[in-house]
């Protein structure tokens, strides 16, 4: 790929497959009856998005779950349905990423939560038990940073901490607006979705 030196991966519906359908199915079965109304496949509303915004902590989330949808839910319940998103990572991505890193800089960039992040970083995350650092120059998680995409600021944290040209940097997300303000501040693009071999794009380029 002329010209590029690091890649960008967005992480569900990427590198892992997900469902919001399983998602808002677990969320109903514990109690939430209109769970749909504040999950979304690329951006969560009220307090999701506040969760993975870091506007709010893990146990805070749990509290305001429980004061919206029933005290009687467990931490452990709620975690689950933010869990039943993800659906598996197919091992040949993993390959395909520790392949890429021979050649390029590559970052993770995820609109993602405390939940999904511990299991993320633990040994439950790939077959061989490497967490998901191990594939990446480095994972920023919007909960983390403060900020989920399309915001401007997410972008310009990256661009910041990682010291990355936008102009030589590809960005893989499965939602255009996303990519579409990654754009705007320079960064290459390529709309993906999670039945796609990704593989292929790269024998293309």
Known sequence: MKGI??????????????????????????????????????????????????????????????????QHISDEDIDSGWMAFLTYIPEYK???????????????LSNTNPVIAEWAHSKEFSPSGRPIESYFDKCYLSFEIGCAKPEAGIYEFVIKDSGIDPSETLFFDDGQSNLDAAAKLGFKTCLVNQEQDLRQIFEEK
């Open 5 to 70: 030196k690091n890649l960008l991966f967005d992480f569900g519906g990427v590198i892992v497959g997900i469902d919001k359908n399983a998602a808002v199915k677990r969320f109903k079965e514990i109690g939430a009856s209109n769970i749909q109304d504040y999950l979304n496949e690329f951006r969560q509303t009220g307090i999701f998005l506040e969760l993975e915004e870091g506007k709010i902590s893990l146990d805070e989330f749990h509290n305001k779950f429980r004061s919206t949808f029933g």
């Open 94 to 108: 993993l390959e395909l990423l520790d392949e890429l890193r021979k050649t390029y800089k590559v970052y993770l």
